[in-house]
């Protein structure tokens, strides 16, 4: 089975397909930013799906919400944003390329740190034996600077009413701030979950790795909310859930991994973390991570009760979020808006969050990559992606083996009837070799074919793509047949 070693090999059949383009292409294109394209659109909506069945539609304990892109500015001084969040980078001397400082390595093969710097530290952390990787000149950097990632805008539509806001750099907080919307207007009880699928922005300082890292991206989160005690356990059951999920849906196992966080590298408001990370064919090291659970404890609610508290001060400041401490821990926050009581317990908490959060956009290329493979039949190279069928863009082809004798009538009339169900295309161009050769590419996981046979007994040749073998199957047990094929 051959793999894509280049990640030219990617970007250059998700163009060829359809898959993925390089954003405003005609205009020179928009670094890091992306646009899905037909059969592309189709695969990510898949993944979406697939997660969002996995987490909220098979599960009696998580329920969805989908929250505004822009929020009230507290929010993110609440959530330690404002203050905290921003990349150390360098810029290298001699080519300007500038660099997180933690994903710069001492030498080309070398894997980058897995480290969390305080932008206090900057000044300390040593970079004379870090290599560039623009020119790879050692050590030629200049001091480590903080880069805010939060895109800044502007609501309002006089200046003197106008209001600082940012566009979220994720999509947990709309789920913080909801905490006591879904429990006043659900029946649900701690242990439960709120999930979210939705974009995210962050001004990062990107590696050029296709769709792995974007300025624009998209998120699925979950909040898993649990009583203090039980959250380590619910951590272990999230982090098996999330890793399955992924081979399930046809990554294969050898590459993937589980990478637990050290002590120094975790989140402030973290008491562990666990990434999933696949084995992508570029970046230092290959390993990169493609979702990550953590135990965030009761970091978040307890933060936004603070946050509710200093809404008056922040109309005094005229909106400073300089100006707003958060630090007073002289209330009781057991007793705030944002905590729970357990009625069988008679106890009042601040609920632990286990939150698995994943990128929708990695995950898409991952099982782009892991799908690839090509091989060659009767001396010919044939190009394939073996997608599950969950996740398959293209679910059934429908060709007429010649334009003539009603053929294309009858396999018009098949793909119409089974576009009721999942996603059927149509071709009549070509030999059907070839047709085959091009599903075989966007990854379809069965093609019909309409010949004269299917005028005599009402059977049409039905071909699976991995292993491209046929059978007759009759029309009129056609759909059932495909639909227990593709578990739909």
Not at 288 to 302: F, H, M, V
């Amino acid at each position: 089975m051959a793999k894509i070693t280049k990640l030219d090999d990617i970007v250059s059949l998700c163009k060829r397909r359809g898959f993925i383009f390089q954003s405003s292409e005609i205009y020179g294109g928009l670094a890091s930013c992306y646009d899905y394209g037909p059969l592309g659109v189709e695969l990510k909506s898949n993944v979406r799906k697939a997660w969002w069945k996995s987490v909220v539609q098979m599960r009696d304990d998580v329920v969805g919400v989908d929250c505004s892109i822009l929020m009230h500015p507290l929010v993110w001084k609440a959530s330690g944003h404002a203050d905290k969040f921003a990349d150390l980078i360098a810029e290298c001397k001699k080519c300007n390329v500038r660099t997180r400082v933690d994903h710069l390595a001492e030498n080309a093969e070398e894997h980058t740190e897995h480290i969390s710097l305080d932008i206090a530290e900057a000044a300390e952390y040593d970079l004379s034996n870090k290599v560039c990787p623009g020119c790879g000149k050692i050590g030629q950097f200049t001091e480590p600077m903080p880069f805010k990632l939060m895109f800044e805008t502007q609501m309002g539509a006089n200046v003197d009413d106008s209001m600082m806001l940012y566009l979220r750099p994720e999509t947990a907080q709309g789920i913080f701030v909801n905490f006591r919307n879904v429990l006043d207007s659900t029946r649900v009880k701690i242990p439960f979950g709120i999930a979210q699928i939705g974009k995210s922005f962050r001004n990062e300082v990107t590696t050029k790795a296709f769709i792995f890292r974007t300025r624009e991206f998209e998120q699925a989160e979950l909040e898993f909310f649990c009583q203090p005690g039980t959250d380590d356990d619910w951590w272990h059951t999230w982090k098996d859930l999330r890793f399955q999920w992924y081979i399930d849906l046809g990554i294969k196992k050898e590459n993937l991994r589980l990478r637990d966080h050290a002590g120094d590298e975790l989140a402030h408001y973290a008491k562990a973390c666990v990434d999933v990370e696949y084995k992508f064919p570029f970046g230092s090291g290959d390993w990169q991570e493609l979702e990550g659970i953590a135990n965030r404890t009761d970091y978040d609610l307890r933060q936004h009760q603070r946050g509710m508290r200093t809404l008056n001060k922040w109309y005094e400041t005229k909106g400073d979020l300089t100006k707003i401490d958060l630090s007073d821990e002289a209330e009781d926050y057991e007793k705030g808006p944002l905590s729970y009581f357990d009625e069988e317990q008679k106890k009042r908490f601040i609920p632990y969050v286990i939150e698995p959060s994943a990128g929708i956009d990695r995950s898409t290329l991952a099982f782009l990559v892991d799908a690839y493979d090509e091989e060659e039949v009767k001396g010919q190279k044939r190009n394939l992606l073996r997608f599950h069928p969950a996740l398959a863009p293209i679910k059934a082809a429908v060709f007429p083996l010649v334009k003539k004798d009603g053929l294309p009538e009858i396999a018009q009339n098949i793909c119409n009837d089974f576009k009721k169900y999942f996603n059927c295309f149509y071709d009549q161009k070509g030999a059907v070799g070839r047709r085959y050769r091009r599903q075989d590419e966007a990854g379809t996981p069965y093609c019909l074919t309409v010949d004269g046979q299917t005028k005599e007994d009402g059977t049409v040749t039905v071909r699976e793509r991995d292993s491209m073998e046929q059978e007759r199957i009759s029309t009129d047990k056609l759909l059932g047949y495909l639909r227990e094929k593709l578990d739909i």
